[in-house]
């Protein structure tokens, strides 16, 4: 078997942070905290939302760990404000959509007229508000992800609290319960046309309101049913709750989200898995000089030849090796290259992410605070309140459009089938004693036929992963009487990405067999033969589910051992 280098031996605690966990100790299931304590997520206080700091691993954090929250007292005073200064504007006599008038193509409806908290304007949209939800609630599928309903919860929530909706408190405080009470609405996940997911979340709102269904940890029963286990009054949307529950890209922006995180954690494991294949080929470390990536100096790309050298020190790859080729196939060259150019792209995405998790995407939109220009025109001067306790402007918008992160969101897609295409192409090249100067297949011995067949799925996964990668945004019929007449298809993008990342980790996991198998063959050859600190513990780990092969047996169940193998990395990690 393969020798572990001095430095593995020592402590596989040295790994690189360049990767965002300790990696092998991510990969033997442990996660630490600075200073060595094991992180425990019912540890953590609560997540105070304000509507302006939110990020992204906040809401990963809430979504899958459970994480409670709560609201900031200056942001329910925004809240309280907001809607105030809404129900003034429509007082008023103005139009507001959503409020007194219809929405979509009926938006030339009048709901109501006049004073807007008398008991029969109350009724009359309370009623409207209903018949919104139920009218819009025509999604179709399977059910979401519970950790993408959470995601979507607390996006929506903090998006509210930045004070752009008009949001009723009793809705804000409704959206805070369901988080920290683990109720989640079964919510079907597709039919969206990303331009607000106004098919999907009115389910979020018919649940608050004691109708459908809810999971209760673990537990899916009737909604009203939860509420009363809960000990929570269903809500009763009211002005513009019901639009601001379902005009929103929460859901969109959740799933991006959730998936800016897993290709985050899978291109970590591309670096892991790939280091192991250079030992494996017993290639050059030379493209991964810091010297040499001074040359072209893309920040993501010395970051990822940084980590990759640091796992592959101690190894046999730092001695000389006449037998060692001057210059390796490009699939092992340019690792730092497709790499770093993949985390560039995420980074593009992540930024507009946190952007749009912390403002408002609605349409009207409430201005706290501002007057009108001096020189305003008499257009502009009617959004305006310019008497009263409460002033501001409610604005008619377009901020519900996500093209800002959708675009950079498909190009994630493209940068992942990238890294499919090197992955794929290092895993051949490592069946082949033309590279390797092993055995054909990496065979141990003449009678196994080896790693033969396994070349088909890894064909096929990574046709999987391109095709995936097509863009989609801008395939969008004209609805709504022709007035909603363009759309970005923001889920659909968002689950295309997650299915890419899911075929990509067992892609990388067939490769993870192969480097394995190839390290291990040398080794046998050369029991003196060292492997890299962070190669090494990989190794260590990988030995302890999928076994050398050492005759043939069924592949597929090695295949699915890698997958969950690396599937465990990334929950170590989180």
Avoid at 40 to 69: E, H, K, M, W
Avoid at 395 to 413: I, K, M, N
Avoid at 501 to 513: A, D, F, K, N, Q
């Amino acid at each position: 078997m393969h020798r572990p280098s001095p430095a593995t031996r020592r402590a596989v605690i040295a790994l690189p942070y360049a990767f965002g966990i300790k990696a092998s100790m991510a990969l033997a299931g442990i996660v630490l905290m600075a200073g060595g304590a094991f992180a425990s997520p019912a540890a953590q206080p609560a997540l105070v939302l304000d509507g302006a700091t939110l990020t992204l691993d906040q809401v990963v954090d809430v979504a899958r760990n459970g994480r409670a929250v709560e609201v900031s007292k200056a942001a329910l005073t925004r809240v309280e404000r907001s809607h105030a200064l809404l129900l003034e504007y429509a007082r008023l006599g103005q139009p507001v959509y959503g409020l007194n008038r219809g929405v979509g193509q009926n938006k030339d409806q009048t709901i109501f007229s006049g004073d807007t908290i008398s008991d029969e304007a109350r009724g009359l949209s309370e009623a409207f508000n209903h018949r919104m939800l139920l009218s819009h609630t025509v999604a179709f599928g399977e059910p979401a992800p519970a950790d993408a309903v959470r995601a979507t919860m607390v996006i929506r929530l903090n998006t509210a609290l930045f004070g752009g909706t008009g949001m009723s408190r009793a809705l804000v405080d409704q959206y805070a319960a369901f988080l920290n009470a683990s109720l989640t609405p079964v919510v079907l996940g597709e039919g969206s046309v990303g331009q607000a997911d106004i098919t999907i979340l009115p389910q979020i709102g018919l649940a608050m309101m004691g109708e459908g269904k809810i999971d209760m940890g673990g537990e899916v029963m009737n909604a009203a049913d939860a509420l009363r286990r809960a000990g929570l009054t269903p809500a009763r949307p009211y002005a513009k709750d019901s639009l601001s529950i379902l005009s929103s890209n929460a859901y969109g922006a959740a799933l991006a989200v959730l998936a800016a995180h897993d290709a985050a954690a899978i291109l970590k494991r591309a670096d892991e898995v790939a280091a192991l294949s250079l030992e494996g080929l017993n290639g050059n470390v030379a493209p991964l000089l810091a010297a040499t990536q001074a040359q072209r100096p893309y920040g993501a790309q010395q970051q990822t030849a940084k980590g990759i050298v640091e796992m592959l020190r101690g190894s046999a790859l730092w001695q000389k090796d006449d037998k060692r080729p001057l210059q390796d196939p490009l699939s092992f060259r340019t690792i730092s290259q497709v790499h770093g150019a993949a985390r560039e792209t995420l980074q593009a995405l992540k930024a507009q992410l946190a952007i749009q998790i912390n403002s408002s995407d609605d349409n009207p939109t409430v201005a706290l605070d501002v007057e009108p220009p001096k020189d305003a025109t008499p257009q502009e001067a009617r959004y305006y309140v310019t008497q009263g306790d409460v002033r501001g402007a409610i604005l008619p918008s377009a901020s519900f459009d996500p093209t800002v992160w959708v675009l950079p969101l498909q190009s994630v897609g493209v940068a992942l089938s990238q890294v499919a295409q090197s992955s794929a192409q290092r895993t051949l090249r490592m069946g082949d004693p033309t590279f390797t100067q092993l055995s054909r297949f990496l065979a141990p011995d003449d009678r196994t036929l080896a790693y033969t067949t396994i070349q088909k799925p890894v064909s096929v996964l990574a046709s999987e992963i391109r095709s995936l990668s097509q863009p989609v945004s801008s395939d969008a019929l004209a609805l709504a009487g022709n007035i909603e007449d363009i759309g970005t298809n923001a889920p659909l993008v968002a689950q295309r990405v997650q299915k890419q990342v899911r075929y990509l980790r067992t892609l990388l996991g067939i490769e993870l067999m192969h480097a394995a198998q190839a390290v291990d063959l040398r080794t046998r050859a050369d029991p003196q033969r060292q492997t890299g600190a962070g190669t090494g513990a990989l190794l260590q780990a990988f030995r302890k589910q999928v076994g050398f092969l050492s005759q043939d047996r069924r592949l597929a169940d090695d295949i699915a051992q890698a997958d969950r193998f690396l599937q465990g990395a990334r929950d170590a990690a989180q």
